[in-house]
């Protein structure tokens, strides 16, 4: 008995140790370290997302065109919602802890996303390809915008609840846009990385090595590191659109010149420069070898 009675006290004795607990009760609940509250958050939103995935799938056909929406209308949510939360992650502990989260999200989001993107070039690229009608891409497209939009009210209740310091006010204060550069600059920025980003992941695709996912999000976290302090390395005109638009320090022109009409130029020319014929030779030789 005198064990068990024990164990509390040495786990929070261990948890203190190690930073989880031990922080201002004043200003975190039960003396938790902010950064673990941010990984509850990130991991409550996980949750929710993979039951409302298994909802859809519950209810609706393999075939329905109604899954597909409601699919990218969860990932998209789950897209913006975490990286709300990793905004909080990189305002306290810097780009390096910002880059880890995305790093084990954007793996963990390939393995549970399915055919949804989250991302309203990807069909685009299908439309552009030929794999789908314009009809079909915009449909996708208004849904994902339509998620970007309408998450941040979820995001919003969970900060108001202000567990710890690093929430306080945040449900409420006005956001400040990322874009450090002019517009032209900007867009050129996220053309170009999104168009690497594209490329890479479409040889990866193909390639398909035992670790070429694993590649893949490295690859594309980097690319975020490398533009975070240009334009803040969405790539991703709906998560970009639901984190920054209408922030201080950007006008709607700004903002949709740098982060849809920018990335999706780059999405686009990625289609191009896969197809060439240097590419497709590379890819050719990969296969022969």
């Given at each position: 008995m005198k064990s068990n009675a024990g164990f509390p006290k040495l786990l929070a004795r261990a948890l203190k140790n190690v930073g989880i607990l031990g922080n201002s009760k004043k200003h975190n609940v039960f003396?938790?370290?902010?950064?673990?509250?941010?990984?509850?958050?990130?991991?409550?939103?996980?949750?929710?997302?993979?039951?409302?995935?298994?909802?859809?799938?519950?209810?609706?056909?393999?075939?329905?065109?109604?899954?597909?929406?409601?699919?990218?209308?969860?990932?998209?949510?789950?897209?913006?919602?975490?990286?709300?939360?990793?905004?909080?992650?990189?305002?306290?502990w810097g780009v390096n802890a910002?880059?880890?989260?995305?790093?084990?999200?954007?793996?963990?989001?390939?393995?549970?996303w399915g055919e949804a993107t989250a991302c309203p070039y990807c069909p685009m690229e299908e439309a552009f390809a030929g794999l789908r009608t314009w009809k079909s891409a915009l449909n996708i497209i208004g849904v994902q915008l339509?998620?970007?939009?309408?998450?941040?009210?979820?995001?919003?209740v969970l900060w108001a609840i202000e567990l710890v310091e690093t929430h306080k006010d945040k449900a409420y204060e006005e956001c400040s846009a990322d874009l450090q550069v002019d517009m032209v600059m900007g867009a050129i920025v996220e053309c170009v990385l999104t168009c690497l980003c594209r490329v890479i992941s479409k040889i990866l695709a193909v390639k398909a090595f035992r670790c070429s996912g694993f590649v893949d999000a490295t690859f594309a976290t980097v690319?975020?590191?490398?533009?975070?302090?240009?334009?803040?390395?969405?790539f991703n005109p709906a998560l970009a659109t639901s984190l920054k638009f209408g922030?201080?320090?950007?006008?709607?022109?700004?903002?949709?010149?740098?982060?849809w009409i920018g990335s999706c130029t780059?999405?686009?020319?990625?289609?191009?420069?896969?197809?060439?014929?240097?590419?497709?030779?590379?890819?050719?030789?990969g296969k022969e070898e």
């Open positions: 003396g938790l370290h902010p950064l673990a509250v941010s990984v509850i958050y990130i991991l409550l939103t996980l949750y929710i997302a993979s039951q409302l995935r298994k909802l859809v799938t519950a209810f609706t056909r393999s075939d329905s065109p109604a899954r597909q929406l409601l699919l990218e209308f969860v990932a998209t949510f789950e897209l913006c919602a975490a990286c709300f939360e990793l905004i909080i992650v990189a305002d306290n910002y880059a880890l989260f995305l790093l084990l999200l954007t793996i963990w989001w390939s393995t549970k339509m998620a970007a939009l309408t998450t941040f009210k979820y995001v919003q690319m975020v590191v490398l533009a975070f302090n240009i334009s803040g390395g969405y922030c201080v320090g950007n006008t709607a022109l700004e903002h949709i010149v740098t982060y780059g999405a686009l020319l990625s289609c191009i420069i896969f197809e060439s014929n240097a590419v497709q030779n590379f890819l050719k030789r």
